[in-house]
């Protein structure tokens, strides 16, 4: 991005699909307490540290 055209290109295409979107059905997402420390890749794959 080197001219004022693309930055404003980066930008339309930002406000139209943020990137990809948020795969969550809400923007402040949490997950329960008791839910314990895990991680959630993009595959879909899940992780549960254990103890």
Not at 2 to 25: H, L, R, S, V
Not at 26 to 50: C, L, N, T
Request: aromatic residues 14%; hydrophobic residues 25%.
């Amino acid at each position: 991005m080197n001219t004022k055209e693309e930055i404003n290109q980066a930008f339309d295409d930002y406000n139209k699909t943020q990137f990809g979107g948020w795969p969550w059905p809400r923007y402040d997402q949490v997950h329960p307490r008791d839910k314990g420390r895990f991680a959630k890749h993009a595959d879909g794959k899940e992780e549960i540290r254990s103890s």
